[in-house]
């Protein structure tokens, strides 16, 4: 694997000082991560389009937004027009995917889908070239700190193998108990975008652990 790109992700952040931790990762960090949560596609509330704009007035690093919410087709294109670079859509929750997908591109963001960790990517191999990034979920999507899901490297696997296939220049990310343990496998098994909160965020030194993180993902 010739790179490892990394997002902190803001969730594992003291969300009183939401500023400084975006801060604190600049120029070491390749985008941020942040989770948009609505009570309703999963049981937690997190940021919002809100948080976008005033992010992107103190940042300059890109912002990956994360969207756990019911009804992307209608809420999705407003997080391109604050400024996210990518919007990632849930395929359990989007209704009209080309739909969706041209207005993303159309606000002028990049965008992602992702899949919970029982959802096939089989059913979606068509839909990817409309993509310009596949997230796995490798917990279950709402909360932070919990434990990678070793069971999903298979599907990880297969999903190298279906892009390497079809030719498809989609970024890999995983999302959910990345460490500097875990990472490795990840890596081994074709990921190159890797989401991390508390292994950022939970460490003395953020900009350092996501170096750290980097170097085990390269190793
Ligand atoms: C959870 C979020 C993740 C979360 C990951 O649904 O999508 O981005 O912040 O946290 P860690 O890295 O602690 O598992
Ligand atoms: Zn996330």
Aim: glycine fraction near 6%; charged fraction near 25%; aromatic fraction near 6%.
């Amino acid at each position: 694997m010739a790179t490892a790109q990394i997002y902190p992700s803001l969730l594992a952040a003291d969300f009183a000082r939401i500023a400084d931790a975006a801060r604190s990762v600049e120029g070491r960090a390749d985008w941020l991560h942040v989770d948009v949560m609505d009570y309703h596609f999963v049981p937690n509330l997190a940021f919002s389009g809100d948080t976008v704009t005033a992010l992107r007035q103190i940042t300059d690093t890109p912002l990956d937004c994360h969207l756990m919410i019911e009804n992307p087709d209608r809420w999705a294109p407003g997080f391109a027009e604050r400024g996210a670079a990518n919007v990632t859509i849930h395929a359990e929750a989007v209704d009209d995917l080309p739909r969706t997908t041209d207005a993303i591109r159309a606000a002028g963001a990049r965008t992602g889908l992702a899949v919970k960790p029982a959802t096939p990517i089989e059913h979606y191999a068509d839909d990817l070239r409309r993509f310009d990034l596949l997230l796995l979920m490798t917990i279950e999507p709402g909360f932070g700190g919990q434990t990678f899901m070793d069971s999903v490297l298979p599907k990880i696997e297969a999903a190298r193998r279906l892009l390497d296939a079809r030719g498809l220049d989609l970024w890999l990310q995983i999302d959910g108990g990345v460490n500097a343990e875990t990472i490795e496998r990840a890596a081994a098994a074709g990921v190159d975008v890797f989401v991390a909160g508390t292994a950022v965020y939970g460490a003395a030194d953020p900009a350092a652990a996501v170096e750290a993180l980097r170097a085990q993902a390269l190793r």
